[in-house]
């Protein structure tokens, strides 16, 4: 059976712009500051700590929830990721004398992030316009208008590091001693760890992916690098070995128990390995990628959640990182001529853009994918086919249906779903109805 956490934990849609009016305190002195990605603040007798300063137009919000609490220097700002959501809004907290603190990795990853920063954007607003969107309304209120030039500001510029570090790190402040571990299996290659060993708390920011406990994702729809299972397992081990009593991740509430937080990393461990080698074995005895993500599921004992990755995209990612591109189907995968560009002679044969779309139509409902296949074939021979659009309509709110996608009960996928809508809106934008 899927974990029980899983279950009980929001997923991808309830992740939310900071908004909250005041810090949630999940310990003495450590406070929680949610948004889009999570952001900390450690309060010890020598000044404060923050964890995290969230997207540009979130800093004014945390900044606020903070300062209400305690109005000391703050004496570091650390960084688990180089992430623009955890990272945006460092520059409104950095003071004189401000250690801003960071992996060593991760002007690595800001460089990556930077050079295809438009490509990112144009990718990302698909899943994220109404977040942003509304982040952004929420900073042009009066309350928050004395920050936002240094919050617009903050937006284009990437947070430089005053001290990196290769594996760990430590220090003491006012009492409280943290310790930082690199764990470079995380969403980026400077994912780090925080751990307070006096406390027994360890913040992870997005080691385990957006969601926890959900199996990784090891690509995202809007465009990363490929992240890696073995790297991620060592990661999790990482953590695993210091017992940590509380969870504090990079969404939503704190995880607390040892004992459960052990059982939730070691039925991840389990479900990242098993989907690992079960590909691996599959790619040894020669079956071919997608029989592979039709084929690959997790056991029921070490089921856990595919809210923001999924296991058959896992299965891709890791065939391709072992492999790469080429995948022995086509001559054609060696050349740039695209996929489909024979879709409009196929349409020809078959009679022409109507004859195809009407059969599309007859498959919406029970086969949606061949439809969708058959609507872009007939769309690559007239884009502005109105019944092709229409099919391209119903098919994918067919999946949309199909994987639970408006229904807050069902386990959907958050990236699965942002793209069948985007899809479902193009279209019907193409029909004039959006």
Not at 77 to 91: A, E, P
Not at 191 to 200: H, K, M, Q, T, V
């Amino acid at each position: 059976m899927k974990t029980e956490l899983c279950r009980t934990r929001p997923g991808g849609f309830e992740i939310r712009p900071a908004s909250a009016e005041a810090a949630i305190p999940v310990a003495d002195g450590i406070y929680l500051s949610p948004g889009l990605s999570n952001s900390y603040l450690v309060v010890t007798a020598e000044g404060r700590v923050v964890i995290n300063a969230g997207m540009a137009f979130e800093a004014p919000v945390h900044k606020r929830n903070y300062d209400a609490i305690d109005a000391g220097p703050v004496r570091a700002v650390i960084l688990t990721q180089g992430h623009v959501d955890h990272v945006g809004g460092v520059s409104l907290f950095v003071e004189d004398g401000t250690e801003v603190i960071a992996q060593a990795n991760n002007a690595a990853c800001q460089d990556d992030d930077a050079r295809i920063a438009r490509f990112r954007v144009m990718r990302s607003i698909v899943f994220f316009r109404e977040a942003v969107t509304k982040g952004m309304a929420q900073l042009r209120q009066p309350a928050h208008s004395p920050s936002k030039a240094r919050s617009t500001a903050a937006a284009a510029a990437r947070p430089t590091p005053t001290l990196t570090f290769e594996d760990r790190h430590a220090f003491t402040l006012g009492g409280e001693r943290f310790e930082l571990l690199s764990t470079p299996g995380g969403e980026t290659i400077d994912s780090l760890c925080i751990w307070l060993p006096d406390r027994g708390i360890a913040f992870t920011g997005n080691l385990f992916s957006a969601l926890f406990p959900h199996i990784p994702n090891l690509v995202t729809l809007r465009g990363d690098r490929y992240r890696f299972t073995l790297p991620y397992v060592e990661s999790l081990e990482r953590v695993l070995a210091l017992e940590p009593e509380v969870l504090l991740t990079g969404h939503f509430e704190p995880v607390r128990g040892r004992a459960l937080i052990r059982s939730e990393l070691e039925r991840l461990r389990a479900a990242a390995l098993y989907v690992h080698d079960e590909t691996v074995k599959g790619m040894n005895a020669g079956k071919d990628v997608h029989t592979l993500m039709r084929e690959i599921a997790l056991p029921d004992d070490i089921e856990v959640g595919q809210g923001y990755g999924k296991v058959a995209w896992n299965v891709r990612a890791i065939w391709e990182g072992y492999a790469g591109w080429f995948h022995y189907r086509s001559t054609t995968e060696l050349y740039g001529e695209p996929p489909g560009s024979a879709h409009p002679e196929i349409v020809a044969l078959a009679g022409g853009p109507d004859a195809v779309a009407a059969r599309a139509s007859e498959l919406a409902r029970a086969a949606p994918l061949q439809a969708i296949q058959l609507a872009e074939m007939a769309l690559a021979a007239d884009p502005e086919h109105r019944a092709s659009h229409a099919v391209m309509v119903a098919a994918h709110e067919a999946l949309l249906r199909e994987i639970g996608g408006e229904d807050p009960e069902r386990d959907a996928n958050f990236w699965e779903v942002g793209w069948l809508r985007h899809q479902i809106a193009r279209a019907k934008s193409a029909l004039g109805e959006g």
